[in-house]
Structure formats: structure tokens, C-alpha cells
T-cell receptor, first 113, second 112 residues
Framework: EAQVTQNPRYLITVTGKKLTVTCSQN?????MSWYRQDPGLGLRQIYY???????DKGDVPEGYKVSRKEKRNFPLILESPSPNQTSLYFC????????????FGPGTRLTVL | DAKTTQPTSMDCAEGRAANLPCNHS???????VYWYRQIHSQGPQYIIH???NNETNEMASLIITEDRKSSTLILPHATLRDTAVYYC?????????????FGKGITLSVRP
């Protein structure tokens, strides 16, 4: 089954403790991206990647890092999480960035205390 | 900033058609209209997209006005499972314009 998976689905952590949220897709898509969703602010793009070893900042990249060493994986790294990063995070992928459909993962709900 | 405006919410009766409007008066000639929906904090789900012709698939129909300044998503026979936030998005083909920019969407409530 074609899908985007994220792990963990739920995470409660404390300020400053490094964490990684994994994202994997099995559709051989070149394009992958991360979004965060907050009440009243909608979905905002954090980072995106056009292909292996090619990443770029989205609208709200501060406090996040990403890597794209393999086509299928696009982890989101929070080196020193802070409470304002408490949010619902979505990973997405598509074949091409322009007109192709983006497929979204199920979401990761992160709480930073 | 989102390039579209949608009502905040609407409702319809189960089994009836749901017509969701969207205004995109500043759309340019090479920009597409996309619709996604999000059911209760799940990942957004693609519904349909179009450039200038009307489009139909197994989920919905998209009617785009001739001047392309507005469109309507039609769910022909709404069910309770169609209750969701529906996002109308204008998207270009290349560069920064090709990014999916989600606005606040319209909350559709389907009542029994």
C-alpha cells in the first residue's frame, strides 16, 4: 500500500532534549516536506527536499533541521526543543513538487514541556 | 499569504450535494486550483485540482468560472464521513509558487 509513515505518532518531551521524528514514503517520490499545524495558523511548511541531499527552508524553519540521505526518508530533527514547538507535525511527499498530488502522513503530535 | 478566500463554515444534510465556494480573484494564468480536506487532525487528503476546465473524479467535481476568479467544489452526495475542513489552494507550476499554502479552509458539517 502506498503510504507516508511517521514515527512516533505522539511524543511528550522536555525542553532541550534532542528528538527526531522520522518520515518514510514507499512511493519513490522525489519531493518531501514537513509542515506544522497550530490552531488559528493553519499548516505551515517547515522544510522541504527536492531530492536526495537537496533540502531547503520553508516558511518556519527556525529550531528545526532535516536531512535527506536516502530518497525514502526525511527525518525532522529538533536539536533543542522548546515549548513553542508544541504542535501537530505532518510529513508529505510527491513525485514532483509542482502539479503532482502531495500525500500526507498521519501526523505526529508533539508536546514540549 | 493564502491566495484564496473561503467562508468559515457551512453545513448540509446527509445525502444532499455540498457546494463549497472559493474565491481566488488574483489567480494567474498558469496557476491551478487545488482542493484538499482534513478530517479531524488526520493528514490532509487530496481531492481534486483543475486549471480552467471543470473536473470530476470519484470523490468530487470542481467547477471553475470562466474568468477563473472563483470555483466550487461539489460533493454530490455528502455523507457523515465528509465532515472535515476543506482547503482551496491556488498553486503554480514552478519555484516558490508551486508550494502548497494552506489557508484556514471551510469547515463542512454534514448533519444526519
Amino acid at each position: 500500500e502506498a503510504q507516508v509513515t511517521q514515527n512516533p505518532r505522539y511524543l511528550i518531551t522536555v525542553t532541550g532534549k534532542k528528538l527526531t521524528v522520522t518520515c518514510s514514503q514507499n512511493m519513490n517520490h522525489e519531493y518531501m516536506s514537513w509542515y506544522r499545524q497550530d490552531p488559528g495558523l493553519g499548516l505551515r511548511q517547515i522544510y522541504y527536499s527536492m531530492n536526495v541531499e537537496v533540502t531547503d527552508k520553508g516558511d518556519v524553519p527556525e529550531g528545526y533541521k532535516v536531512s535527506r540521505k536516502e530518497k525514502r526518508n526525511f527525518p525532522l530533527i529538533l536539536e533543542s526543543p522548546s515549548p513553542n514547538q508544541t504542535s501537530l507535525y505532518f510529513c508529505a511527499s510527491s513525485k514532483l513538487p509542482s502539479t503532482d498530488t502531495q500525500y500526507f502522513g498521519p501526523g505526529t503530535r508533539l508536546t514540549v514541556l | 499569504d493564502a491566495k484564496t478566500t473561503q467562508p468559515t463554515s457551512m453545513d448540509c444534510a446527509e445525502g444532499r450535494a455540498a457546494n463549497l465556494p472559493c474565491n481566488h480573484s488574483t489567480i494567474s494564468g498558469n496557476e491551478y486550483v487545488y482542493w484538499y480536506r482534513q478530517i479531524h487532525s488526520q493528514g490532509p487528503q487530496y481531492i481534486i485540482h483543475g486549471l480552467k476546465n471543470n473536473e470530476t473524479n470519484e470523490m468530487a467535481s470542481l467547477i471553475i468560472t470562466e474568468d477563473r476568479k472563483s470555483s466550487t467544489l461539489i460533493l454530490p452526495h455528502a455523507t457523515l464521513r465528509d465532515t472535515a475542513v476543506y482547503y482551496c489552494i491556488v498553486r503554480g507550476l514552478t519555484g516558490a509558487n508551486s508550494k502548497l499554502t494552506f489557508g484556514k479552509g471551510i469547515t463542512l458539517s454534514v448533519r444526519p
